[in-house]
C-alpha cells in the first residue's frame, strides 16, 4: 500500500539548517514534493524532485532522494523564523492518475 | 498569474443549511482538485477534475457534491452536513491531471458546521 510517514516535531535555533525527513512506501512513484504550509493557509508548493534524481537544489533548500532505501529529505540552510511551519512530504502515485499521498507533516519550530 | 483562490474564507453552517464553495484558477490548468484537512492532519483528496469530467471521487458521502462549470471553476455543493465534516477544505489546481503534474493549492476555507 501507499504510505508516507516523517518524523512530527523539529526544532532548530535561528542560522543554523534544518533537516526533515520523509519516508515513503511506493517505490514507483515518479515524483516527490515538499509543501509548506503556515497556520491557517493552504499549502505553498516549496519544491519538487523526479525520482530519477539524487539531489536537487534551489537557493536555501537542497533535497536529497534516496530511492533505494526509499527516504527523501528537506535541508534548510540558514533557517528563519518565518521558516516556521509545517511541512508535508508527498508522493505522486503512479498508475496514470495525479494522487498525492501525503505524511502527517513536521511542524519545524526556529527558535532565537 | 500562479494563484488559485477560494471563496468564502470561513463558513459556519446549521446542519439543516445549503452552501457551496467556490474555487478558481486562471493558470489554464485543466485539473482541479478538491482535499479536506482536518486539524494536525495531512490533507486527504476527495475529489479530481480533469478536463470538466469527474475522474476521481474517494468514496466521499453524497452531502459532498462537486461541480466543474469550466475549466476556471470547481464548487463543492454542501447540504446536510454533520458536525465532523468541519474542517479546512483545499481546492488545488495542475495542468492536467496526469501523472507528475504538479499542484497547486489554493488558501483553504475553513468550514464550520453547527
Known amino acids: 500500500g501507499e504510505d508516507v510517514e516523517q518524523s512530527l516535531f523539529l526544532s532548530v535555533r535561528e542560522g543554523d539548517s534544518s533537516v526533515i525527513n520523509c519516508t515513503y512506501t511506493?517505490?514507483?512513484?515518479?515524483?516527490l514534493y515538499w509543501y509548506k504550509q503556515e497556520p491557517g493557509a493552504g499549502l505553498q508548493l516549496l519544491t519538487y524532485?523526479?525520482?530519477?534524481?539524487d539531489m536537487k537544489q534551489d537557493q536555501r533548500l537542497t533535497v536529497l532522494l534516496n530511492k533505494k532505501d526509499k527516504h527523501l529529505s528537506l535541508r534548510i540552510a540558514d533557517t528563519q523564523t518565518g521558516d516556521s511551519a509545517i511541512y508535508f512530504c508527498?508522493?505522486?502515485?503512479?498508475?496514470?492518475?495525479?494522487?498525492?499521498?501525503f505524511g502527517a507533516g513536521t511542524r519545524l519550530a526556529v527558535h532565537p | 498569474d500562479t494563484e488559485v483562490t477560494q471563496t468564502p474564507k470561513h463558513l459556519v453552517m446549521g446542519m439543516t443549511n445549503k452552501k457551496s464553495l467556490k474555487c478558481e484558477q486562471h493558470?489554464?490548468?485543466?485539473?482541479m482538485y478538491w482535499y479536506k484537512q482536518k486539524a494536525k492532519k495531512p490533507p486527504e483528496l476527495m475529489f479530481v477534475?480533469?478536463?470538466?469530467?469527474?475522474?476521481i471521487n474517494e468514496s466521499v458521502p453524497s452531502r459532498f457534491s462537486p461541480e466543474c462549470p469550466n475549466s476556471s471553476l470547481l464548487n463543492l455543493h454542501l447540504h446536510a452536513l454533520q458536525p465532523e465534516d468541519s474542517a479546512l477544505y483545499l481546492c488545488?489546481?495542475?495542468?492536467?491531471?496526469?501523472?507528475?503534474?504538479?499542484?497547486?493549492f489554493g488558501p483553504g476555507t475553513r468550514l464550520t458546521v453547527l
Open positions: 488545488a489546481s495542475s495542468h492536467n491531471g496526469l501523472e507528475g503534474d504538479t499542484q497547486y
Open positions: 511506493d517505490s514507483s512513484s515518479t515524483y
Open positions: 524532485i523526479f525520482s530519477n534524481m
Open positions: 508527498a508522493e505522486g502515485t503512479s498508475g496514470g492518475y495525479n494522487k498525492l499521498i
Open positions: 493558470m489554464g490548468h485543466r485539473a
Open positions: 477534475y480533469s478536463y470538466e469530467k469527474l475522474s
